[in-house]
C-alpha cells in the first residue's frame, strides 16, 4: 500500500489518451503523467495542456525512468502486444487500450511477459464500469424479471472510418474485433457467466466498405448458466438516432428494456423500476481510471483481469471462426 500516486505514461497521443489525460487530472490534480508519441509535436503538446512532468523523444526513455510506474498504452492494437512486453521486461505496470491485441498468439506473449516480470496488466474497458450495468445486475439478482432466459444487445451505426482503422494488416479484424469488444464485455457481464460457443452470421451480399474483414454481424452465444446471448453490431446500418439503440433482457416473469448506451432502463416483471443514465459520468471512465490508480496505491488487483479479457478475446476469435464454419465454434 502506498499513499503516493503513480506516475503514469501514456504512449500514444492521440483522441483516446487526451480523454484518459482529462479526467485524470479531474480526478488528481497532482498525478505525475508523461508522455510519448512517434510524433513529438503532440506528446509537448500533452505535456503542456496538462503539465505533465516529462515528454520522452524516444520510448526507451519511458521505461529506463524510476518515476514511471504505469505504462498506458493508447497506439493502434497492432503495437499493444510489443510494446506492453516491452513494459513488463523493465517492471513496469500496464494499462492497455482496448482491444488488447489483434489475435490470441499476440495476447499470449503478454500473459507470459506478465506472469515472468511479475507486473500487473489490464485492460481500459469502461463498459465495465458504466453505471446501468450495476442497476440491471441488481435487478437481475433481486429476481425482479425471474430466471433471465434471452439477452439480446443491439449496436448499429453508420461510422466514417479512415486512417489506421481501414488498414487490414494494423486492423488485424473488423468491425467486432476494434469496436465490437465493448459490447462483448456488456454481453458477458450481464449474462454474468462464461461463454461456451458461438455461432456468427454476416450478410452474404456484396457491398462497398473501406472496412477490413467485415463491417455487420450477428452472434449468438451460449452461456455455461444456460442464458442465450445475442450481440448485433455494426459500423454499417444507417441510424436515426446516432448509435441510440434497444436492448433486452428476457425472463421467466418479466423483460428489461434498456438503451443500448445505457440512457435508459426499464424494468417490467414482479416489480417495475425505471433508471436513467447517471450523465456525471455516463462512459464510465472517471469509474473505471479511479479504480486503476487506487487499486494500485492500495495493492490491490485491477478488473478486468487478463483472464477475463481473454475469455472474451476467445469468444471474438471464436466468431470469426464460425463465420468460415458456419457452425457454432466452442470458445
Known amino acids: 500500500m502506498t499513499s503516493k500516486l503513480p506516475g503514469i505514461c501514456f504512449v500514444g497521443c492521440g483522441k483516446i489518451a487526451h480523454s484518459h489525460a482529462k479526467t485524470l487530472k479531474k480526478l488528481y490534480s497532482n498525478i505525475p503523467l508523461f508522455f510519448y508519441d512517434k510524433d513529438k509535436t503532440k506528446s509537448l503538446e500533452f505535456k503542456s495542456e496538462f503539465n505533465g512532468v516529462n515528454s520522452f523523444p524516444d520510448i526507451q526513455h519511458a521505461f529506463d525512468n524510476e518515476d514511471v510506474n504505469i505504462i498506458f498504452i493508447t497506439t493502434p492494437h497492432a503495437f499493444h502486444s510489443e510494446i506492453a512486453c516491452e513494459a513488463a521486461r523493465y ?53 425482479y424479471i425471474g430466471q433471465p432466459l434471452f439477452i439480446e444487445v443491439n449496436k448499429y451505426n453508420r461510422d466514417t472510418l479512415s486512417g489506421w482503422r481501414t488498414d487490414p494488416e494494423l486492423m488485424g479484424g473488423g468491425a467486432l474485433l476494434e469496436g465490437g469488444v465493448h459490447w462483448i464485455n456488456l454481453l458477458v457481464s450481464l449474462a454474468d457467466s462464461k461463454p461456451l460457443s458461438v455461432i456468427a452470421l454476416k450478410p452474404e451480399i456484396k457491398y462497398d466498405s473501406n472496412i477490413p474483414f467485415e463491417d455487420s454481424m450477428n452472434l449468438m452465444v451460449k452461456f455455461e448458466n444456460g442464458v442465450c446471448g445475442k450481440l448485433f453490431h455494426s459500423w454499417r446500418i444507417p441510424n436515426r438516432f446516432k448509435g441510440i439503440g434497444l436492448s433486452k433482457i428476457y425472463g421467466t416473469d418479466g423483460v428489461i428494456t434498456f438503451e443500448s448506451n445505457g440512457l435508459y432502463t426499464s424494468v417490467y416483471g414482479l416489480k417495475k423500476k425505471k433508471y436513467f443514465a447517471d450523465f456525471t459520468d455516463f462512459l464510465g471512465y472517471k469509474k473505471m481510471l479511479k479504480s486503476f490508480v487506487d487499486d494500485y496505491c492500495n495493492g490491490k488487483p485491477w478488473e478486468p483481469g487478463l483472464d477475463r479479457i481473454s475469455m472474451e478475446l476467445k469468444l471474438v476469435d471464436s466468431a470469426y471462426r464460425s463465420l468460415k464454419s458456419n457452425k457454432f465454434e466452442q470458445i
Open 91 to 143: 517492471g513496469k505496470d500496464i494499462i492497455i487500450e482496448k482491444p488488447i491485441t489483434r489475435n490470441l498468439i499476440e495476447l499470449k506473449k503478454i500473459i507470459t511477459s506478465v506472469a515472468k516480470y511479475k507486473v500487473r496488466c489490464t485492460v481500459a474497458e469502461n463498459y465495465l464500469y458504466k453505471s446501468f450495468l450495476y442497476k440491471i445486475r441488481d435487478a437481475i439478482n433481486k429476481g
